[in-house]
């Protein structure tokens, strides 16, 4: 009986585990692509400063 209650409770922290580590990489996903999305977006506002310089100071405003 011991050794079930055992065995039921570490499949249940396996299974609490692997939800965490999931969870934490979605996060961890979500963020790069955020960053990754403003970084784009700077690198076309100082790629646009050179053609116009009035543009880019209202888009980073």
Known sequence: ???QML???LLE???VAIM???VSLT???INR???HRRQRRALQAIK???KNSD?????IQ
């Open 1 to 3: 009986m011991t050794l």
């Open 7 to 9: 065995e039921n409770n």
């Open 13 to 15: 922290l396996i299974a």
């Open 20 to 22: 965490v580590i999931a």
């Open 27 to 29: 996060g961890f996903y």
């Open 33 to 35: 692509i955020s960053i």
């Open 48 to 50: 646009a400063e050179g």
């Open 55 to 59: 543009e880019t100071t209202e888009y």
